[in-house]
Structures are given as structure tokens and as C-alpha cells.
């Protein structure tokens, strides 16, 4: 059974860091995307940063220049490392990741989320 494993996040004061990380756990023929959504309270869940098999990045202008998504290739791992982290920062982060499981099986995962708060 394919399932991501969240770690990381947690309470962090203004202007600090946080690094939150994502394993694929179980057996996968490739991963295509993976990615960080958030969703603060009240609002709609949106796209953070993503990552591609090519290393090709995405991020949302909110957070370019203080959040970088890196991965590992061999570990089915991808990281948000966020810096300069503001309370409008807060909110519930979610690992996605678009995964080949068989030749011609392709299917989209969700993490089941891990709490960053930013507040001093």
C-alpha cells in the first residue's frame, strides 16, 4: 500500500525556520511530482511548491525566495525547507505526490498533513 510520510513542521516564531520533509512509503515504478499544498483556516488549500522528476520548480509568489523544495531521488523524498517564515505562514501542510505505480497506472497521494504555526 502507497502512503506518504510527513515529518517536520511544528511552532516556529517570526522570521524563523522550519524544514517539513515526505517519503513515498510502499512500492511505486516512479514519481512523476511531489509537491506542498497548505490550507489555513477558512480558506482553500493551495499549492505551496512543487518539484518535478527533472528537478523543474514551482513555487507560489508568496513564498518565493524564502521557501525552497529540493528532493531526493533515491529516498522518494521531497523537502520544504522555509526560512523568514511570517504568521500568515500558518496553516496545515500537505504532501502530494503524482506517482506511476505500474506501467500505465498513474495516481495523485496526499499526506495526511502536519501543523507549521508562525507566531510569537
Known amino acids: 500500500q502507497v502512503q506518504l510520510v510527513e515529518s517536520g513542521g511544528g511552532w516556529v516564531q517570526p522570521g524563523g525556520s522550519l524544514r517539513v520533509s515526505c517519503t513515498v512509503s510502499g512500492s511505486i515504478l516512479r514519481v512523476n511530482v511531489m509537491g506542498w499544498y497548505r490550507q489555513a483556516p477558512g480558506k482553500q488549500r493551495e499549492l505551496v511548491a512543487r518539484i518535478t522528476n527533472g528537478d523543474s520548480t514551482t513555487y507560489a509568489e508568496s513564498v518565493k525566495g524564502r521557501f525552497t523544495i529540493s528532493r531526493d531521488g533515491n529516498k522518494n523524498t521531497v523537502y520544504l525547507q522555509m526560512n523568514s517564515l511570517k504568521p500568515e505562514d500558518t496553516a496545515v501542510y500537505y504532501c502530494?505526490?503524482?506517482?506511476?505505480?505500474?506501467?500505465?497506472?498513474?495516481?495523485?497521494?496526499w499526506g495526511q498533513g502536519t501543523q507549521v504555526t508562525v507566531s510569537s
Open positions: 502530494n505526490a503524482d506517482l506511476t505505480l505500474r506501467v500505465g497506472l498513474r495516481k495523485d497521494y
